[in-house]
């Protein structure tokens, strides 16, 4: 006998941006879930990894069971991932589970797309002279095409739609804004006009709502003059624009129309970035626990602040231009984006109530590899079944204390907050609550 389900000991990042010690959900849940593990006050817990990538293998804590990590005990064996899914993934776990807490900003990234990409705005229309530099690789093969022309960047060649929901408030930027709001921002910044020159700032502003595509081309040209204006005098405009919006906050006055709050608090975590001048170009998008947003292939994106669970295809493949001291790939990163405008609130991805449960909320994106399941169990229910599916899945507990009985395990399972279970494909657990009510999350492959 060979349990099939059993609980996990996840990988702990910590990057720069994660909050330290003990104010981070990620090490709460992790101090929770194993009281043997020492907390650094100082450290950064950015992110816990919940899956079988190989940065970040989970152990299996079960000594029973042969194999050291998941990764391993799903190669042994696949059949544990669901007819479905096992065909469709070539015996991958196609998703990877996460919680970050985010203190300074991540980096303004997309991420590339596989075959049949995201639609986007129109292409530029091919030079007719002999001598053009030859076209960037069709979107479609992107991914792939990067890591194999540069695989230390792009380490792998999957896609990496992605979601997030809130643990915490959670702020932020996610797609293009209306273009009417960044309009706006091209009238009250001077410097951001000055950056992306008034012919093209002009073109944005006559560009009409009855044409998306000329819209997006538009778009297209403003934020690739941005992205790639000459460092010197990007550094002197935003030198001058945080002067100024300082000494007007200092004055009293209302900073809203040039998003002062947030420039000053961007050029605080990165002085001299031109990731600052994104916001001017990208909603503000603010969840609160249980909101979620989803980000799909070529979405320019950046994380600000707060605490969420996370869960994206099973890849680390990330194209960055700004706010970052890694990597920054500008060229590739503005060929790609999606340059259709929309407002924030349409960035919020809905959860439905199950049919067959109404504990459960699901979220269940445009894309195949993923679906998060938000499990609330009140205080009146005392037994509860975690069901069986079609498909493997990992369970995360966010509140709550529960002994866990299924077949699948050699023996009752105690859960608390930060406890992590893997369940294979088709195989259910009871859970015996000793707490009143429980939150849990639970990640898997609806196919």
């Not at 059949?79 to 991958?92: E, R």
């Not at 994104?278 to 909603?283: A, E, K, R, V």
């Not at 037994?383 to 077949?407: F, K």
Request: aromatic share 8%; net charge negative; hydrophobic share 40%.
């Amino acid at each position: 006998f060979s349990p099939a389900v059993f609980p996990l000991s996840c990988v702990v990042q910590h990057y720069s941006w994660g909050k330290a010690g003990l104010e981070s959900e990620v090490a709460k849940l992790v101090a929770s879930g194993d009281p043997l593990v020492q907390i650094q006050p100082d450290q950064p817990y950015a992110e816990l990894w919940m899956g079988a990538h190989p940065r970040g293998d989970a152990l299996i804590r079960d000594n029973r069971i042969p194999q050291k990590t998941l990764g391993q005990w799903i190669a042994d064996n696949p059949a544990c991932l669901g007819a479905k899914v096992k065909d469709a993934f070539q015996g991958q776990l196609p998703f990877l589970f996460k919680v970050l807490s985010v203190n300074t900003a991540l980096s303004v990234q997309a991420h590339p797309n596989k075959v049949g990409g995201a639609p986007r705005g129109p292409s530029p229309t091919p030079c007719p002279c002999r001598g053009h530099p030859a076209p960037l690789p069709s979107l479609q093969e992107l991914a792939a095409k990067l890591h194999a022309q540069f695989p230390e960047h792009y380490p792998d060649a999957n896609h990496k739609p992605e979601m997030a929901i809130a643990l915490t408030p959670f702020e932020g930027m996610c797609g293009f804004r209306p273009v009417e709001e960044i309009v706006s921002f091209l009238q009250n910044v001077p410097e951001l006009r000055a950056l992306i020159g008034e012919v093209a700032a002009e073109q944005l502003e006559r560009s009409g709502s009855d044409d998306p595509r000329g819209v997006s081309a538009a778009l297209r040209v403003c934020f690739t003059r941005l992205m790639k204006s000459e460092k010197k005098f990007f550094v002197d405009q935003l030198n001058m624009l945080v002067k100024r919006i300082s000494q007007e906050a200092a004055e009293g006055k209302d900073t809203s129309g040039s998003n002062g709050d947030l420039l000053l608090q961007l050029h605080s975590q990165y002085p001299g970035d031109i990731g600052c001048f994104t916001i001017y170009f990208l909603n503000l998008v603010r969840l609160e626990p249980g909101e979620a947003m989803f980000l799909g292939a070529n979405e320019p994106h950046a994380y600000l602040h707060g605490d969420c669970v996370e869960i994206m295809a099973c890849s680390d493949n990330t194209v960055r231009a700004g706010l970052t001291p890694k990597f920054i790939d500008v060229l590739t990163l503005c060929e790609m984006l999606n340059y259709t405008p929309a407002p924030s609130s349409s960035k919020i991805f809905p959860a439905a109530q199950s049919q067959l449960d109404p504990h459960v909320y699901l979220y269940d994106p445009p894309v195949p590899d993923f679906t998060i399941m938000r499990i609330e169990i009140p205080a009146s229910i005392k037994l509860y079944l975690i069901s069986a599916m079609d498909s493997a899945s990992i369970l995360l507990v966010i509140q709550g204390t529960a002994v866990g009985t299924s077949t699948a395990a050699a023996s009752e399972m105690s859960l608390q907050r930060g406890s992590v279970l893997f369940i294979s494909a088709n195989e259910s657990i009871s859970l015996h609550l000793s707490s009143p009510g429980m939150l849990l999350f639970r990640a898997c492959c609806l196919l």
